[in-house]
């Protein structure tokens, strides 16, 4: 019983590193990467919609995006959630396709950056502390049915995979702050 409960909390702090790796990505680097588009989210017929459910997004080169909407109506709104994201990027539409030409960056945004990403980091750091709040709070609950040391043992085991979760997190921080810094 103690054991799935450690199991559970495992299993959750995974899925909450994993989590914070994938907002990391919606970051942008200097390079041009599809994933600095999720979290753009596009007013399609009245019903917000993930833009990555209603275009193809391809990387032609290094600096650039094209966007391929699958509905040629939704051009016009895609354009629109682009330029009121805070990605910074201004789209140009040639009516069929839209394209994002990422420029450098400077040392300032790069900097803005790596603000953003440490805000995402210390959110998946409490998402992972909170796992460890209610596996502890469920493990004590079985106070009378299992043994002190037991139980002991289980808050330990917790503590430990929230030290290594938290490392995770602040290792995947470190690179994602090297990459927005690379020049």
Known sequence: MV???VND?????AKSVEATRAEFQTVRTGRANPQLLDRIVVD???SPTPLNQL???QTPDPRSLVISPYDAS???EIERAIQESDLGLTPSNDG???RLSIPQLTEE?????VKVVRQIAEDGRVAVRNVRRDAIADIQSLAAEVGADELHRAEEKVQKLTDDHVGQIDAALKQRE????EV
């Open 9 to 13: 909390a495992r299993d959750r702090m």
């Open 44 to 46: 399609y017929y009245g």
């Open 96 to 98: 069929k396709i839209i």
């Open 55 to 57: 275009a193809g997004v």
């Open 3 to 5: 054991d799935d409960l």
């Open 109 to 113: 945004r790069r900097k803005e950056l």
């Open 178 to 181: 090297a990459d927005i810094m």
């Open 74 to 76: 939704a051009l016009a």
